[in-house]
């Protein structure tokens, strides 16, 4: 059988391109520092590595959830802290309230102090967050919760706590309703205060019993707060075992994508040496060979 020069170019090219494109792939991924650039240089690898990929990046977005969850637990948190200190005060002018030695002046100065505590109470029941949303409306993020009308403070939100997805099999409540802190089995904290200073601005009337009822649902309404504010603490821990677990999980996921994907540099530097070897074998093999003819033996 005769092979023509044209044959032994054309074999001698497709060679020395072949181990070209060989030699310019190793190079890329020397370059890169990735073992897959393309799914065919690992079909099963690279599938495996998509799938790692994709839950690396939704447990990042359960880390940045976890993250809002936990600014909005820490609001109310501080909210409920300072709801918490503010009916301890009133609690305190109730008690001093029941002094039978006060003047009427003085219990309306009284009434005075306590009218600005009930502005502030009104003012931590419509806490805004960050996001200008109300802390404590519900659903209703956008809805004042407490409106001051003819016939008292009354509440405008829902019974739904906002819910954030904190890992795959979590939703967690990071939100408590208006009603469920300031009325509290029916009790009305604002009505409360409202009552009492109305007492405390009627001249020569008798306190002892309104100091007694006022007392007793001030310490419902603080142990409610208390209970509330318990419970968004154990939501808190929630969010830093979580996130701990997430971070351990997001590590396992890194080292398992680098197994994957990272080069091995001392491999590649071997296999790129060796096919340099190979393009310079093929390139010499090529001038020998388009340089025999018949011309060159006369």
């Not at 792939?25 to 370059?31: E, F, I, N, P, V």
């Not at 003047?103 to 419509?126: I, P, T, Y």
């Not at 954030?164 to 300031?182: C, H, K, M, N, Y």
């Not at 979580?242 to 996921?253: C, N, P, S």
Request: aromatic fraction near 6%.
């Amino acid at each position: 059988m005769r092979v023509s020069t044209s044959t032994l170019y054309d074999q001698g090219t497709r060679s020395m391109l072949q181990q070209q494109d060989s030699l310019f792939r190793l190079q890329q991924h020397l370059s890169t520092g990735k073992r897959i650039m393309t799914p065919s240089d690992d079909p099963i690898g690279a599938a495996r590595a998509h799938e790692l990929a994709q839950s690396l990046s939704l447990n990042t977005q359960y880390a940045d959830n976890r993250y809002r969850a936990a600014d909005s637990l820490q609001q109310v948190d501080s909210t409920l802290g300072s709801v918490s200190n503010l009916i301890q005060s009133v609690r305190t002018m109730a008690v001093a309230a029941g002094n039978p030695a006060f003047s009427d002046s003085e219990r309306k100065m009284m009434a005075v102090e306590l009218r600005g505590h009930f502005d502030e109470l009104l003012g931590l029941a419509n806490t805004k967050d960050e996001q200008g949303n109300y802390l404590f409306s519900g659903f209703k993020g956008n809805t004042r919760p407490f409106e001051q009308t003819a016939n008292g403070v009354e509440y405008k939100g829902d019974q739904e706590q906002r819910l954030i997805q904190v890992s795959s099999s979590r939703q967690l409540p990071v939100s408590e309703t208006g009603d469920a802190i300031f009325e509290p089995g029916g009790l009305s904290l604002f009505q409360t205060i409202e009552d009492f200073i109305d007492e405390l601005e009627t001249p020569g009337g008798a306190l002892s019993g309104a100091v007694s009822t006022a007392l007793q649902d001030l310490d419902i309404a603080l142990d409610n707060v208390l209970a509330k504010r318990a419970a968004v603490g154990s939501r808190l821990q929630e969010v830093d075992a979580l996130q701990q677990i997430g971070e351990d999980t997001a590590i396992q996921y890194q080292q398992s994508l680098s197994r994957l994907q990272d080069l091995d540099f001392a491999q590649a530097i071997s296999d790129m040496t060796r096919q340099q070897a190979l393009l310079e074998a093929a390139q010499k093999t090529f001038t020998r060979v388009s340089g025999l003819s018949l011309f060159n033996l006369i």
